[in-house]
């Protein structure tokens, strides 16, 4: 087992100048606008931007009708210097944020004042002067968490020690509205499921009126505890995390409302025995008139609800229901409602796509606002003054566009046009959208645009100081018959044909999720470089292909994917006749990497060498939400589980493989690789293990970076 390692692990890895660039700049993306927020208005733009080889942001102001930027907060200015806490490391884990610095900040409504936090401490900045006051928040060991400014900006509440407080910031006074919570139970953030899976970051809503705040308590003493230990550092204790895994505990939630100004909370009730998780809470994005209303669903993720609730008695009413025999997809931003409360808008799959429709305050269907044929991909925002519905979408999966739908007309293509991957955030009151667009050319460019004018120019660029690599020279082309499947292809540059290249296939391949759109896919154009053809291929289970496409991974995450890749490959090599279909590799990370262990080990005809990336090996170790949603139960599903593992069957001949994981990923956890690789060694298969200490699952480190991927080319190199 040993002697057949041995020529690849004692190879010489040597990094070149690309890899260190690319590292240093983490990945080309440092100095590049982030977090971009309008000011009322549409007159500035505030985000954050580090320098060009630094992971420490600062927060930034583009005047837009000058385009003249001023540093507004620099960190180094501010008398903070605390490491992050364990709860913060894990709060930026789950957001995928790698920077450091300042790495949100919060905007009051009228636009004068900003909260940001730094090093365990609260700073109140005057937007005008740029001056910081330091808040005497007590004990500030590990927090305070999650500042949001109250709406009249008055005040701000945050969670410390596990408790929602708010402090005046006139007095500079603090109060906390919940106390006395016992071990394992916290008041205002949300649960490891909610962060990870549900795209719910928060704990805790101001009301619109800012009187009273809503907030979760979540009670976690039922839920596996998993220890995170630092094998460098065995004299320290391990840490200890609350992980649901399929079929076992989920953590206890339930809604509170609590005056602002203290006093009892009122506990909002509904059948959670029926609808156990808590999805989605509306409340701060509306006017006076706008309910607080919550979305819930079941554990199996098959039916899901929106409840209006009454702050003063905690009374529920069922406003809708929806229902799949699949999965129902949460949406980003929906339910949403409108700003005078006269109803909310709903994202329904009951006709096969994606559709928004416009519900009254009671729950029922009044209109479609985006039809299915608009290819819905994620909501932007509302437009109360206007009545515009903003949102990107688009019936090409691998393109991203910008749409309105003004007063239930039409979807109207605005912004800049080509093909392209895009987000946007719209100013609180409609004035202008700052619009984010990348093509498989160009790195991402922040414009802002009027909302309102038809003009093909943008008011502003937000400035950018990232370094700019080479462009790529990545196609996108679709292969195969029927529906097809896209894929991308990247050569070397300068290639004429009249060879077989070698193929490495980069993979993700799993739900929401696309590998394949028009982003600058720069990493891949190193790999092409260095001899071979870099495909990717989104097979069914990615999203933007309609609910056939996507639910076709119902019971089996791996034989659908993983046939897909295959067929993307055969239908490719018929139109590219420099692919070699016998010497093809294939890696990817987390869902990618399950999908690298998988082909390497069931398609060993196909795939010849593999590296994955802390792949799920067991879907039984991963979480509850996640992993429920597309097998079920694992005792009720057990059969689901064992032919989705990586080990669920494996042929001959044997092919290399080399295992990458790191040792504190506390969302794919390290037992992963090691079960993989056990059952390896037990079998007598050739693998490589590579583990990097002390890193999550995210790598971030440079030098690690760096290493990492002169590794991965150094197996391909040698095998393919």
Request: charged fraction near 25%.
């Amino acid at each position: 087992m040993l002697a057949l390692l041995v020529p690849l692990a004692l190879a010489a890895v040597t990094p070149d100048t690309f890899l260190r660039d690319y590292a240093e700049t983490r990945r080309f993306q440092a100095g590049r606008p982030t977090a971009v927020q309008l000011a009322p208005g549409g007159r500035a733009a505030l985000f954050l931007r580090s320098g060009p080889r630094s992971a420490v942001q600062a927060l930034h102001e583009t005047d837009l009708a000058t385009g003249a930027t001023r540093v507004l907060v620099d960190p180094a200015q501010l008398a903070a210097g605390a490491a992050l806490s364990a709860e913060e490391r894990a709060r930026l884990e789950r957001q995928r944020i790698t920077a450091r610095g300042l790495t949100h900040f919060e905007l009051s409504k009228d636009g004068k004042r900003l909260i940001v936090a730094l090093g365990g401490k609260l700073f109140a900045v005057d937007r005008a002067t740029g001056a910081a006051t330091p808040l005497a928040v007590p004990g500030l060991g590990a927090g305070p968490l999650d500042p949001r400014l109250s709406p009249d900006g008055t005040r701000v509440a945050y969670v410390r020690g596990g408790e929602l407080h708010v402090l005046d910031l006139a007095s500079n006074r603090e109060r906390a509205l919940t106390a006395g919570a016992p071990a394992g139970v916290t008041r205002g953030l949300a649960e490891f499921v909610a962060q990870e899976e549900m795209d719910r970051e928060r704990g805790f809503w101001w009301s619109p009126d800012g009187r009273l705040l809503a907030y979760q308590e979540t009670d976690e003493r039922e839920v596996e505890k998993l220890s995170l230990a630092d094998p460098l550092r065995p004299e320290q204790p391990p840490v200890v995390f609350a992980y649901p895994r399929p079929g076992r505990a989920n953590a206890n939630v339930r809604l509170g409302v609590v005056p602002a100004g203290g006093g009892e909370t009122v506990w909002v009730t509904w059948d959670a025995a029926r609808w156990p998780y808590l999805c989605r809470v509306s409340w701060e994005q509306g006017q006076q008139g706008a309910p607080l209303a919550i979305q819930v669903m079941d554990r199996a993720q098959q039916e899901t609800a929106v409840l209006s609730a009454d702050p003063a008695t905690g009374r529920t009413a069922v406003l809708l229901v929806e229902r799949d025999a699949a999965w129902v997809n949460l949406a980003k931003r929906l339910p949403l409602w409108r700003g005078d409360g006269k109803g909310f808008f709903w994202m329904t799959e009951r006709r096969g796509a994606p559709e928004v429709e416009l519900r009254s305050p009671s729950g029922e269907r009044v209109a479609t606002w985006v039809p299915a044929s608009a290819g819905f991909g994620e909501l932007v925002g509302w437009d109360e003054a206007r009545r515009a519905l903003w949102f990107i979408g688009g019936s090409d999966p691998t393109q991203d566009q910008l749409y309105v739908v003004r007063d239930g007309g039409p979807p109207e293509r605005v912004g800049p046009t080509g093909p392209a991957s895009m987000s946007a955030v719209l100013a609180p009151d409609g004035a202008a959208v700052a619009i984010t667009r990348a093509t498989l050319r160009e790195q991402p460019r922040t414009e802002v645009w009027s909302a309102s004018s038809a003009t093909a120019e943008p008011l502003a660029v937000l400035p950018s100081v990232a370094e700019e690599p080479a462009a790529p020279t990545t196609e996108i082309r679709k292969v195969g018959e029927g529906d097809g499947l896209w894929v991308s292809v990247t050569r070397p540059r300068g290639f004429a044909g009249g060879r077989k290249l070698p193929v490495i296939v980069q993979v993700y391949g799993g739900p929401h999720h696309r590998e394949v759109t028009h982003r600058p896919p720069i990493l891949q154009q190193w790999m092409a470089d260095r001899g071979f053809l870099v495909v990717s291929i989104d097979g069914r289970g990615t999203p933007r292909r309609g609910r056939a496409f996507e639910r076709a991974v119902r019971g089996d995450l791996a034989g659908p994917a993983l046939a897909d890749q295959v067929a993307g490959l055969a239908a490719l090599a018929k139109e590219l006749p420099e692919l070699d279909l016998d010497r093809v590799g294939i890696t990817g990370w987390s869902f990618g990497g399950f999908l690298s262990a998988s082909a390497v080990l069931r398609r060993p005809d196909v795939f010849k060498a593999g590296v994955a990336g802390a792949p799920v090996v067991d879907w039984r170790d991963y979480d509850t939400f996640y992993t429920e949603r597309y097998l079920g139960l694992p005792q009720s599903d057990g059969a689901a589980y064992d032919r989705s593992g990586a080990l669920a069957a494996w042929a001959t001949p044997s092919r290399p493989l080399l295992v990458v994981h790191g040792t504190a990923d506390d969302n794919v956890w390290f037992l992963h690789s090691l079960r993989l690789t056990d059952a390896l060694f037990q079998a007598g298969r050739p693998f490589e293990l590579l583990p990097l200490a002390g890193v999550t699952h995210l790598p971030a480190d440079p030098a690690g970076v760096e290493q990492l991927w002169a590794r991965v080319m150094a197996v391909f190199e040698a095998r393919l």
